[in-house]
């Protein structure tokens, strides 16, 4: 018997401000949620999940399961308390349908909660339900389970008693609307991304995916926190220190706590890589809580190494230097927090980088203290990271003032176009004199200048700014291109609208290529991001018969080449068959090496067995060569390649090469 909860009679002007609310926000959605693509979709997920963090962070929300359904619906069960169904004190509905139904219902209802759905992140769960043809809300409380079901955010009828239950919790499943979404197919990998990133940062949730399409399911549960947290983000790196956890809490005068938890490790890397959060909201433009830890940083490590000599008389290690190999994760809870910045993701609270900053100051010296080994390493690599400094410096320098990076003077090898406007001109970056010497007596020099590789550059991906400085190789193409190096590199000033990596097809000219690839996207990434590098695709195979030459890029077309010389043949003998009315026997002479047909086919090993000719007409002629333009899709994809390919750990090349190596013919490492 569904007994009736609240009263539904008619509408109240309350009743009518909600519905009107949620008219905003159909009519525009994009204003509430981003936008209505993918992106506006996943938000949707996350609206419903972060009440359920809430529950979580208020301490009474241990799982949290999120499924999606093969109907295209989406829901997200919790054992928190349950939303109260009983009767709102102000406006007399149920609780249940005030927070399902009012924009920003979910606000703080007390000051020492940290809200992720507050703030300008949170428009609040009624906006799910605006934008969903369908959503049904289940309350497990009071050992009973209620309901209330609403299309497009208007309740279909009160909330009514549908059963009993031992649990509490809330469940909210809900059909996203397909007239407002361009897409409302939910994507597996992107819902699963933020859910780890969340269990991560609540270590007692228990956060379950599991997808009713495919089958597919993963169990995010991080009881070690942070250290977890930082440990899968050094996964692919060589970790020189341990985790460092640090946590505090400080109170302010009307009693509101701020509380802080940061962990950190080294790797033998030079990149730094930091995440920093507020009440779970990641804080992409970083903030007081990040200024707070990187100053504490800086401080307390520079103090130490004072204290303990470890530093040359009076050298000052700069916060740059202790940046180099740092993965860190700063974790706030704030109660008021404000946010700034382009994306709204800057955390602007004063106060609180003086409350990270002294936790960490006394945090990190009681660990220093306590384990000096670490310590020591942590000044050690920065101080190799200032000498590093002062060394590229010194070279930028050397190089400068040889004028060789300026326009000034051209390496020796260089053979130049004489056109000088960018726009029309290329430069073809050949690996192996041979070729050099092909692609010189082949191009046409009023538009393409040709500059020989001698053999391997050196592996940038691990080397340091100054070695890589250091090697003749790179030397000699940064200044070919002209257009400076580093944070002074300005693509704009490139002498070449076109930088063409002209390699072998083999092995060898793979790991040419990658090599120059890893140079041109860790420190010369706007070439790539303006559309100026590209890849020569010299063909594989000559197919010849008789006087013709034709050239194939892939088994594929050879197979095709061969197929329409054949059929010529027969059309031909066809042909003379009919207008003579006999078979004629066409005398045959097969070269050797042909096949019985008397087609010789060749594998181009390099590049170097093509004569000048065949180079321009092949590889160089704009007519009729193909050129691969270099593009990164997901430069995070890149870089998790180049780090697997690159990086230190040897482990995760092999597996990522046996993964890949079945479907690549010339393993292209
Ligand atoms: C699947 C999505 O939305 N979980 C939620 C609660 C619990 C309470 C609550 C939520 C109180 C008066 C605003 C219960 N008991 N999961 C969720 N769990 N909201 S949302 O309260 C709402 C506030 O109005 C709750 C005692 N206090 C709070």
Redesign the pocket.
Known sequence: MAEQISNTQGYSEDSIKVLEGLEAVRKRPAMYIGDVGERGLHHLIQE??D??I??AL?G??RNIVITLHADGSCS???D?????VGPHPVKKIS?LE??MCTLH??GK?DKNTYKVSGGLHGVG?SCVNALSTDLTVTVERDGKMYEQKYKIGAPQGAVVEVGKSPRTG???RFWPDATIFKTVEFRYAKVSERLRELAFLNPDVTITLQDERDGQKDVFAYRGGLVDFVRHLDANNTAITKPILMSGMARNESGVETVVDVCFEYNSGYSENLLSYVNNINTVEGGTHVSGFRSALTRTLNAYAAANNLTKKDVNLTGEDFREGLTAVISVKVAEPQFEGQTKTKLGNGETEGIVRSIINEELAKYLDATPSAAKHIIEKASQAAEARAAARKAKDLIRRKGALESGSLPGKLADCSLRSPEDTEIFLVEGDSAGGSAKQGRDRRFQAILPLKGKILNVHKARLTKVLENEEVRTILTAIGAGFGDDFDSAKARYGKIILMADADVDGSHIRTLLLTLFWKHMPDLINDGKLYIAQPPLYKVKKGKQEFYAYNEAERDEIIARIRKEKADRKAAKAAEKGEPVEEAEVIEEGATPDGIVISRFKGLGEMNPEQLWATTMNPETRTLLRVSIENAAEAMRIFETLMGEAVEPRREFIERNAQYVRNLDI
């Open positions: 419903v999940v009440n359920s809430d529950e208020a009474f929300c997200v069960q919790d928190g308390r349950g939303i109260p609780t005030v927070v219902a979910g209802f769960v809330t469940t909210v």
